[in-house]
């Protein structure tokens, strides 16, 4: 069975890495009411999120083979 | 608002990686059992996610929100006081009979209960009910889209309609419980950055507190209603939900909830998917960890809305309708992200609203697959078939559903508040359920024809209680013998007569006839089935586990009383 922490974790990588990088390249976007740079943190956020479920996915085929 | 590159980039992932799960697991279909029951084989993580995802549809995140501006922070009773104690019980109470009697619907287990008949009433009620939801939730999406975005409403719909379709055709169940989970990840990802910055541009809890206080509301209440769960509660004409303390704990927390969560195949599906006995039990219990927070992801924003209101149109302002120039608070969600959200932010927010929406339509079809196939194409139209058979009567039927799903989009457009239509069609068709399962599980007496006549009883007293009140300005087709304050007042008392009138008929018929002998029952009601024995950590047991949400719930409560 196709183990669902690795497409729903290089999802949230990739979903990071464009926030990551709209936040570093293009940090003047911003939205009227919000003075954070709010695509940096979140990108970051979901960057990590998506690091874990592929390390636990990783760790899981390991234990199994 | 204009969505950017970026945005519409995002769109495109997320779309890819849907498509891509249904395309990896087209090989695991080989059984109509793969295909619509998973084959059993779900780790429990992912059942429970999906659990709550299933029942996280696009009315369900614009709804709430809608519902938290308009009526404060008592929508979450929708959470803490209706969701949660049903889910808790179905559980540690209900999940042994259904998991343990190996049906594959919960038709199927009424079948096996009582009757043919019942199973019947029961199958064909809830394939229309998940059409309409379906129908419901694609009309809200298509009609957000149109209004936020510009997107034709046609295509928006057909769009989706259409991915929804080929990862639920080539994946089954399973395809569709990995993209809920996937779904759900993602609409907390959207919409979480979208409460801390609301709240927190609003002056924190505190700050809405103090800025609703000071406001006064359309019909003339203060603000500090918008801010308190339960301690307007004692008068119907004290809070803006129109509701009383008994009206809500009994009609919402009793009926509805446990209605909705315990009998209805669209969330018990998913459970019934988990690897064992123990996982089928813990899923409803995991799930309600998330679920007892979602209030502050969908909830919160739409109060925070209002108070930023407050602070002068430059901030914020409540979106009004184009023909009748009243606040219009589905697009509240929207409106914020649009306030809140850069280019990319943006994107994550959006996608997760379309996620919601997607998850919600994918749940009812995989359910009006599983009961269309097995109760009533299997039962009636063409038995003791080989079961490939089966497997290509389910792929045709997901076709079908989708299609139907589109049709009742097109019937979907009367009610302003989503929530208060769903609430009704639930009222209809779950409410008096309840009562049937309650018997059917824990009284050996009930029989076939009382469970029968109870539920065709109850939904001619929930229909003709809506025909004979008027709230808003619905209902009432037959003379008006009761107003009620609001619409949401008058679907929670059509649920209690729906209940009460069910109960009552199902025990009296049930005296008056023959009852079943114990040994058929076995393993279908409380007293005649051997009830697991839980091992293991507590965090790999049912009752602890349920413990720690009920002290948690408390605080909930107590904290935002």
């Known amino acids: 069975m196709l183990d669902l922490r690795v497409p729903s974790g290089w999802f949230f990588t990739v979903l990071g890495l464009i926030l990551l990088g709209m936040g570093l390249f293009a940090p003047e976007t911003r939205a009227a009411l919000s003075d954070a740079n709010v695509n940096l943190y979140s990108g970051l956020a979901m960057l990590v999120f998506g690091l874990f479920m592929l390390l636990m996915a990783w760790r899981a085929s390991r234990r199994a083979a | 608002m204009k969505l950017a590159p970026v945005d519409y980039t995002i769109l495109a992932v997320y779309f890819a990686f849907v498509l891509g799960i249904g395309w990896m697991l087209r090989k695991k279909m080989s059984t109509s059992g793969d295909f619509l029951l998973s084959g059993r084989s779900v780790p429990v993580w992912i059942t429970s996610l999906a659990f709550i995802a299933a029942n996280l549809g696009a009315q369900e995140l614009v709804g709430m929100s809608a519902s938290g501006a308009k009526y404060g922070i008592m929508t979450a009773h929708f959470y803490w006081i209706g969701a949660i104690p049903a889910i808790l019980f179905v559980g540690i109470f209900m999940m042994p009979f259904y998991y343990g009697s190996k049906a594959r619907s919960v038709p199927e287990y009424l079948k096996m209960r009582y009757d043919e008949k019942t199973r019947t009433y029961n199958a064909f009620s809830f394939a229309v009910m998940t059409i309409f939801s379906s129908g419901i939730s694609m009309y809200a999406l298509g009609k957000l889209l149109q209004l936020v975005l510009g997107w034709d409403f046609n295509m928006s719909i057909l769009v989706s309609a259409a991915i929804v379709l080929v990862y639920t055709f080539l994946g089954g169940l399973t395809s569709a419980i990995y993209n809920e989970v996937l779904q759900f990840l993602l609409i907390v990802a959207g919409f979480s950055p979208l409460a801390i910055l609301a709240v927190a541009k609003a002056g924190g809890w505190h700050g809405i507190q103090a800025r609703l206080g000071a406001t006064t509301l359309a019909g003339g209440m203060s603000g500090k209603v918008m801010t308190h769960a339960w301690t307007y509660m004692g008068s119907p004409h004290s809070n803006p939900m129109g509701v009383e303390l008994f009206g809500m704990v009994a009609g919402l927390g009793f009926v509805l909830s446990f209605g909705y969560w315990c009998t209805n195949f669209l969330v018990i599906q998913r459970a019934m998917a988990a690897d064992s006995m123990n996982s089928a039990r813990r899923t409803p219990l995991i799930g309600a960890f998330p679920k007892m927070f979602l209030p502050f992801i969908v909830i919160v924003p739409g109060i925070a809305a209002v108070a930023l209101a407050s602070m002068g149109p430059s901030v914020y302002s409540i979106p009004l309708d184009a023909t009748t120039h009243l606040p219009n608070y589905n697009l509240v969600i929207t409106t914020l992200m649009a306030r809140f959200y850069p280019a990319g932010m943006l994107g994550v927010g959006l996608t997760g609203l379309?996620?919601?929406?997607?998850?919600?339509?994918?749940?009812?079809?995989?359910?009006?697959?599983?009961?269309?196939?097995?109760?009533?194409?299997?039962?009636?139209?063409?038995?003791?078939?080989?079961?490939?058979?089966?497997?290509?009567?389910?792929?045709?039927?997901?076709?079908?559903?989708?299609?139907?799903?589109?049709?009742?989009?097109?019937?979907?457009?009367?009610?302003?508040?989503?929530?208060?239509?769903?609430?009704?069609?639930?009222?209809?068709?779950?409410?008096?359920?309840?009562?049937?399962?309650?018997?059917?599980?824990?009284?050996?007496?009930?029989?076939?024809?009382?469970?029968?006549?109870?539920?065709?009883?109850?939904?001619?007293?929930?229909?003709?209680?809506?025909?004979?009140?008027?709230?808003?300005?619905?209902?009432?087709?037959?003379?008006?013998?009761?107003?009620?304050?609001?619409?949401?007042?008058?679907?929670?008392?059509?649920?209690?007569?729906?209940?009460?009138?069910?109960?009552?008929?199902?025990?009296?018929?049930?005296?008056?006839?023959?009852?079943?002998?114990?040994?058929?029952?076995?393993?279908?009601?409380?007293?005649?089935?051997?009830?697991?024995?839980?091992r293991g950590s507590w965090y790999q047991r049912p009752a602890p586990l349920a413990v720690i949400i009920i002290a948690i719930l408390l605080v909930l409560n107590i904290w935002f009383a």
């Open chain 2, 354 to 534: 379309v996620a919601s929406f997607m998850s919600g339509m994918a749940g009812n079809v995989t359910a009006f697959n599983t009961v269309w196939t097995y109760d009533i194409y299997q039962t009636y139209i063409r038995p003791n078939a080989p079961d490939r058979h089966y497997l290509n009567v389910g792929r045709a039927t997901t076709v079908v559903g989708v299609l139907l799903s589109i049709g009742a989009a097109y019937v979907a457009t009367k009610y302003d508040n989503i929530m208060d239509l769903l609430q009704l069609v639930f009222g209809f068709v779950n409410a008096p359920l309840f009562a049937t399962f309650l018997l059917g599980m824990f009284w050996k007496r009930g029989t076939g024809h009382a469970a029968f006549s109870g539920l065709v009883t109850g939904t001619v007293a929930a229909s003709l209680t809506w025909c004979l009140t008027v709230a808003e300005g619905k209902g009432g087709i037959l003379g008006t013998v009761y107003t009620f304050p609001s619409a949401m007042a008058q679907s929670f008392w059509i649920a209690l007569m729906a209940f009460t009138s069910c109960f009552l008929v199902t025990l009296v018929v049930s005296l008056a006839t023959k009852p079943r002998p114990a040994k058929d029952l076995e393993g279908l009601v409380y007293g005649l089935t051997k009830i697991p024995q839980d």
